[in-house]
């Protein structure tokens, strides 16, 4: 009977420690689903999704169009491509020869005008012409009865600076004359003849010439804005002188 008693109470604890074991597994749902720790929903970001970038109108060879600029209107940006234009207009315009004419001239200050022009080294584009008039006024050293005071007095001229000058040959009342100038007005004639005397030029006159008098005319083409600014400089140094800036004719 005790052994009975031992034996039920072994199978008893078998049982029950059986049952704390893997009692449950007999007991879990096989088609119920396992349920996740949850999620910090806090810490998720969503991220958007980028396009398919298309090829730029470079890549694909379409002309490119110009773009305003952030913060200007069209107008705006319609002015500032004019403006790009303007310095090529004006240089054209620049270009542009014009052909000028100085004068009259005759004396000492023809051959300054000449002194003048030379510096600026015009070459082929000055040329000059004549104008006659049928009477002036001119400066001169009366007749000398013989040719070696002509001589003399030529070197005495010289010495005083004066190298613009012309011994009357023609037989008559003016032979051996020294002309020193002509001029087209006595304004200018009187002017002449006060720069003699203060470089102390004796004896000097101012007279009316009745034949015919020949006056130089510098005539130059093919010139630009800055050569033309450059003669009209000039031209202040001879007030009595006109300058004049014209279209070159074919």
Known sequence: MTKWIVGLLLLANLALFGWMRWGSLLTVDADAVTVQPALNADKIKLLALQPASA???AASGVPLALSPVAGASAPAVASAVAADSTPVAAEASAMVANCAEWG????DDLLR???ELDTLKLGDKLTQRSVELDHGYWVYIPPMKKHSQVEKKIAQLKQ?????????QEKGRWLNAISL???KSNEAAQKFLASL???EVEPVKLGIRKSKLKLTVFVMKGLDAG???KLNTLQKGFPESEFKVSACSN
């Open 227 to 229: 050569m033309a600014d």
């Open 104 to 107: 009259e001239f005759s004396g």
């Open 160 to 168: 005083l600076g004066v190298k613009d000058y012309f011994v009357v």
């Open 181 to 183: 100038g002509v001029f």
């Open 113 to 115: 005008a000449q002194q």
């Open 55 to 57: 090829p730029s109108p």
């Open 197 to 199: 005397k203060a470089k």
